[in-house]
Nanobody, 121 residues
């Protein structure tokens, strides 16, 4: 089992920035990928950024060049720096972790409780 706790959401004006952080606990040695998803009202949850176990980071096209995600595997944390925010970025942001399958672990998906990001125009 893996537990994920996000922090850092809030209200920001368009053009501003926010930084989200996510701390993982539990069976963190099972984690392969970590990243961020978001869900706006009336919309499906969508990928924002994902960092694989080899360090490759993939971003949604809508955030490329504005958002930066980093991962500290030793501290089991993942960060999301969001610059030049616009109203379309407003959503609940969820931390995500996928665990691998091996002798000690099973593949599964884990989610944080979500943190609200509000962008005012």
């Amino acid at each position: 089992q893996v537990q994920l706790v996000e922090s850092g959401g809030g209200l920001v004006q368009a053009g501003g920035w926010l930084r989200l952080s996510c701390a993982a606990s539990g069976d963190t040695f099972c984690i392969s990928s970590m990243g961020w998803y978001r869900q706006a009202p009336g919309k499906e949850r969508e990928l924002v950024a994902i960092i694989t176990s080899d360090g490759t980071t993939n971003y949604a096209d809508s955030v490329k060049g504005r958002f930066t995600s980093s991962r500290d595997s030793d501290r089991n944390t993942v960060l999301l720096r969001m610059d030049r925010l616009n109203v379309a970025d407003a959503a609940v942001y969820y931390c995500y972790a996928q665990t691998r399958t091996n002798a000690l672990c099973e593949q599964d998906d884990y989610w944080g409780q979500g943190t609200q990001v509000t962008v005012s125009s």
